[in-house]
């Protein structure tokens, strides 16, 4: 069974390869790129990679950090239910105005 978190960690890796891959990726063949991102994507459940696709398409990040009770696709302030469910539940939390993943890792 796939936690949260290794479900985040995934996407965290999908939008740093897939937005901004860092040099070490784009010195890859294309092929190895592809191939990466299919075993990254593997892991991922069908609701959740057509999330992810739908966001990436028009490039943006399908997941962000909040900092400070803020999205960091928006910039809206969300609704403090939402610290509270995301550090209650195993689900994956999304902004009620972007629809982006919310990662509450880095909360303060």
Known sequence: MKTAEHILDILRE????????????????KREQTRQIEALREDL??????????????????????RRGICGACHLKLPRGHKTSASTEMDLDVCDNC???LDWSEVE
């Open 14 to 29: 999908l939008n740093r390869v897939q937005i901004r891959p860092p040099a070490s990726f784009r010195k890859l063949s």
């Open 45 to 66: 459940p069908t609701s959740i990679l057509g999330h992810h696709d739908r966001r990436i398409q028009t490039g943006q990040k399908s997941l962000v950090a909040v």
């Open 99 to 101: 629809g982006v993943f």
